[in-house]
C-alpha cells in the first residue's frame, strides 16, 4: 500500500523564477492538502483540494495555486518566487474533503531560493 | 483569532519519567485534535487524535486529554524511551465544518539516558 509520495525531493531556483511541486496521495484517499513548514516551524496550511477544487485556503498570496487532478494527485505551483519562500513544502493525504479526518503526509520537497 | 499555542518549546526529561505538552486553541467550534511526531528529517506522523466528544483517548504510553471548557488539550508520554526524542506538533480544527487545521509551533523533545 503506498504512503503518499512527493517529487521532486530537493528544489533551488532563483528569486522571481516559477516552480511545481508534485503529490501523489495515499491509496484510497481523495482529498490534498498542502503546508509550508519553516525551519523550526510548525507546518503552515496553504490549501486543500478536493473533487479537483480548492476548497480551503489559508493565510498564502495568489502567488500560491494549485491543482488536482481526476486521480487525485495535486500539483502546487508557486509563481514569482521569494527568498522567503525557503522551505519545505507537505503534502497531506486524507478523506472527504474535511479537515478532521487523519492525514497522511508525504516526505516533502525541500525548496531552497537563491 | 486563529491560534493554537503550544508548551513548552524545549523539553528534556530522563529516560524512563513521563512529559508532558500542553496547547491552547482559541476557536470554540474546533472539534478535532491530532498530535504528530517529526524525527529530523523525516516526514510528521500522526501519533494520536482526539475528537471534541470524548475526553481522553489512551494508547500504549501516549495519551491525550482534551479541556474544551477550558479550550486546552494535553499529550502524555509515559516511561519514555529515547526513541521518543522528535519534535512533537498539536493541531486544531478550524470552525464547526472543520474547514482547515492549525498547527502549533513544536516541542523539541529529549530523552537524557
Known amino acids: 500500500d503506498a504512503g503518499v509520495t512527493q517529487s521532486p525531493t530537493h528544489l533551488i531556483k532563483t528569486r522571481g523564477q516559477q516552480v511545481t511541486l508534485r503529490c501523489s496521495p495515499k491509496s484510497g484517499h481523495d482529498t490534498v492538502s498542502w503546508y509550508q513548514q519553516a525551519l523550526g516551524q510548525g507546518p503552515q496550511f496553504i490549501f486543500q483540494y478536493y473533487e479537483e477544487e480548492e476548497r480551503q485556503r489559508g493565510n498564502f498570496p495568489d502567488r500560491f495555486s494549485g491543482h488536482q487532478f481526476p486521480n487525485y494527485s495535486s500539483e502546487l505551483n508557486v509563481n514569482a518566487l521569494l527568498l522567503g519562500d525557503s522551505a519545505l513544502y507537505l503534502c497531506?493525504?486524507?478523506?472527504?474533503?474535511?479537515?478532521?479526518?487523519?492525514?497522511?503526509f508525504g516526505d516533502g520537497t525541500r525548496l531552497s531560493i537563491l | 483569532g486563529e491560534n493554537v499555542e503550544q508548551h513548552p518549546s524545549t523539553l528534556s526529561v530522563q529516560e524512563g519519567d513521563s512529559a508532558v505538552i500542553k496547547c491552547t486553541y482559541s476557536d470554540s467550534a474546533s472539534n478535532y485534535f491530532p498530535w504528530y511526531k517529526q524525527e529530523l528529517g523525516k516526514r510528521p506522523q500522526l501519533i494520536i487524535d482526539i475528537r471534541s466528544n470524548v475526553g481522553e483517548k489512551k494508547d500504549q504510553r501516549i495519551a491525550v486529554t482534551l479541556n474544551k471548557t477550558a479550550k486546552h488539550f494535553s499529550l502524555h508520554i509515559t516511561e519514555t524511551q529515547p526513541e521518543d526524542s522528535a519534535v512533537y506538533f498539536c493541531a486544531a480544527t478550524l470552525g464547526s465544518s472543520a474547514s482547515k487545521i492549525i498547527f502549533g509551533s513544536g516541542t523539541r523533545l529529549s530523552i537524557r539516558p
Open positions: 497531506a493525504s486524507s478523506l472527504f474533503g474535511t479537515a478532521n479526518q487523519p492525514q497522511h
